[in-house]
């Protein structure tokens, strides 16, 4: 195995390095690169146009069963920073491995020095370290790469295509590009055997000699030339993206968002609000929600407005290539390759906004990736405005420069008259027009089968096409499922079941390591690996026939140059890979982590809950385990109150209380926590008199352990989220005194929250709490009092921040080119510190489990 290792070693080293070589050519900085550096620490060198370094990497590959560790890595890194070159160069450790505990260690390090903060650093090297040593290793960072050496290779002759002069046909284009990097790939391994360090060395000239293409960009592939083409191209753009055609576009031309405040709701407001400000921004929503249709809308309508909006897909993304990403995204709306350089040159326009869809559902390492790539620019505030969308909003804000306080928007559910409109608009374009009065009964009934997923645009959309050829399914493992086969039956796609079974386990496999997407060669791989799981319990399929039969119904498709394989929707990925769980084809996760939550609902929804599934919710993600108790419809046997203290264990942040439960004669449970006590059945009057000094929940007969223990975890929440009994403070003099009543309520207000997070949230799960209440900090200005016919309110502009800085202002409220809430400083003092913390916290929870879930 040695040997393989060592081959996969080169192999892939030498595929980062033509990708390094190819980035001669698009970046102007640059003018030679050498492979094999001078130092056993670097493994290519890159020199500016002088021949000075100003980037090295060494490239290691690692097992997959064995982990990066902290010494290994500060071994690489001591080595580097003592170098001389280390002085003025950045470095980077690149691997196809993962990190272990400690080896996540240094990441972090790392990355708090990039951000100015060297003490986790100083605390990994020891105290005899040179100020140089910090210096160099603040420009120092581990980046994971996983793809394969041919998915590398494939993205070089993508890139060498846009460079190449314009071919017969596109074949031919993607044979040139082929040879080219092929030449490239055999020179680099000759120089690479050279001992003579001056001969490892290849100058753009070479290397764009190599692959016959030209040195310096051609003018018209420069951004200033392709900009004027990309807006006229957005502009009558409907879409060349990935759209099931089956699924109606049920957001319209005019979606909504809302955007985020501590005060109120939220406003409703037009998408086109996204671009209003100028910092980050992240737009979240739960799976359906419309964002992908949202972005595309805010693309074109920009555009109509001379605005650039790039629209970018997060599972193309290959870490470190941010700029080969947005010339992807362009070169999908010009239907012309654009090269590298084109898409590094737009992200340094200040002009251009740079949207990412699907970033929170990426594998955790591509986030990790992407977030070191946005921290410079975004911390900077230079070129592209960034605006990250996904379903997790606590995962995008983690994406973003802890210096920086994002914008907050999320999506806005379908309002009854929209709905109203699609049903009517859909009953049109199949020939059969009906009433607004058939309309509306036909929402009623949707509304009714859909239940709280009946503002969802997605599921709204399935709906509305199942009607035509049968009832429309009660739940939304069935909704999927019903529209599944109607995919198929339309397509004349035969074997539904085995297709549907092979991409469950291709995609749960995805899934466990955080990705709903592959390659064409990993996807090729966990197809075969499918097909040997369905013969060994007696289903025969073919590779090929899955694949095709998937693609033909609009399962799968793929994205850009590479191909890669991705889903008609994420929520589909979800659906079978919980559907594969359920029937037992793929094994549940040993861990579960932010992403995954709807497959193991969708898997609940399918089988119900067992005790395995129970418990792996509980701990790893305790706020869905509120979801999924709805399906838990375990009889309570002799050991419930045991399984219901265990998963109480992970969901409650108070221990010590035991569960005792009894059974009432008309069905119906006690559950209560009785402090100290032991997990056990009692008689009812045994539970009546513990109940006087307990919380009690009182369950409907067929609720299981896990549905009592969401429901006693919700008894010690209100009781704990309870808002104080208090006074509203006086209110302050105009001034420097409202200045500082505000200062002091805020800071007033943090310090409860945190209070409340450690009181409340499971263990372990404080920061994904944190992250949903959102900056503790505020940034205001107060106006001059003003006096209508309500009487005297002062207004406030504010944003939300990591720290806290008020003013008082005579005059404008509002700083160019930012977008700030609007309040009055009554609205804000009148409730307490720690009233307002409560209700902050209390909607944290509520966003995380389900709306109102904590209303008293």
Partial sequence: MS?????????????????????????????????????????????????TMCHAIQVKVRAAEYTWGKSELLEVL??????????????????????????????????????????????????????????????????????????????????????????????????????????????????????????????RQSVATLLGVPAEQFPAQRWEAVRKRYLAAARSCIDHEVIAPAVADAQGRDPSVVRQHVSGDGQVLPVGELLSGSGPVVLAGRTGTGKSTAVRILRQQAAADSRVVITAHAESYLPGRLGALTADSLSVILQEVCPTATGIQALSDRNVTLVIDGAAEVAERTRRALQEELLAPVSAGHGARIVLVGRDMAVLRSMLPSSVSPEIFRMVPLGYERKVELVERATATSGTPCSPHTARAVVATLDKTLGDAAGNPLMFSMAMALMDDQDVPQGKAGLYRAFIEQLAARSGSVGVSAVSNALGIAYARLLDDGRRYADVYEWHRLLSQAVASLESVGLRAEVSDLNEAARRCGLITSLGWEQTVVPMHDSFADYLAGAAHASGAAPLPLSLSAGDDQRMLFCAAIRGVDDATATLVARDLPFTAVLLADHDRRP?????????????????????????????????????????????????????????????????????????????????????????????????????????????HTEQTALA????????????????????????????????????????HTPVDYQHGNDTVIEASEGSLFPPGETWGSTTLEYLLDSPPSTTAVQRVRKAIEALTIDSWLEP
């Fill in 753 to 792: 929250i945190k209070q409340l997070i450690g009181a409340v949230a499971p263990s372990g799960h404080a920061s994904m709490l944190k992250a949903q209440v959102g900056p503790l900090g505020l940034h205001a200005v107060i106006g001059s009092p003003q006096h209508d016919a309500l009487g005297v």
């Fill in 78 to 203: 001591k080595r580097w920073a003592v170098l001389p070159d280390a002085a003025r160069a950045s470095f980077e450790f690149l691997t196809d491995g993962e990190l272990g505990p400690s080896g996540l260690g240094v990441r972090r390090a790392l990355e708090a020095a990039a951000e100015g903060s060297t003490d986790p650093l100083a605390e990994l090297l020891g105290v005899s370290v040179d100020q140089s040593v910090y210096s160099a290793l603040g420009r120092a960072r581990i980046r994971q790469d996983q793809h394969s050496t041919s998915a590398l290779l494939a993205r070089a002759e993508h890139r060498v295509a846009a460079m190449l002069p314009s071919a017969r046909t596109e074949q031919d284009l993607k044979e040139q590009a082929r040879q080219a990097v092929d030449r490239l790939f055999r020179a680099l391994f000759d120089h690479a055997s050279e001992s003579d360090p001056g001969l490892r060395v290849m100058d």
């Fill in 3 to 51: 040997g393989v290792h060592t081959v996969r070693g080169i192999a892939y080293q030498q595929a980062q390095g033509v990708l390094e070589a190819i980035g001669l050519l698009e970046d102007p900085r640059l003018g030679s690169v050498r492979v094999e550096g001078i130092d056993d620490a670097v493994d290519i060198e890159l020199h500016d146009r002088d021949g």
């Fill in 636 to 744: 309570l046997r002799e050991e419930a109150p045991h399984q219901v203290a265990a998963l109480l264990h992970h969901l409650s942040a108070s221990q010590g209380q035991g569960v005792v439960m009894s059974q009432l004669n008309d069905g119906r449970v006690l559950a209560l926590r009785p402090l100290g006590a032991e997990p056990a059945w009692v008689d009812e009057a045994r539970a009546r008199e513990l109940a006087e000094g307990c919380p009690v929940a009182v369950m409907h007969e067929g609720a299981g352990p896990l549905a009592i223990a969401a429901r006693l975890w919700r008894h010690e929440l209100l009781a704990r989220l309870r808002p104080p009994v208090s006074f509203a403070p006086r209110r302050p003099e105009p001034g420097s005194a409202a200045a500082e009543a505000l200062a002091r």
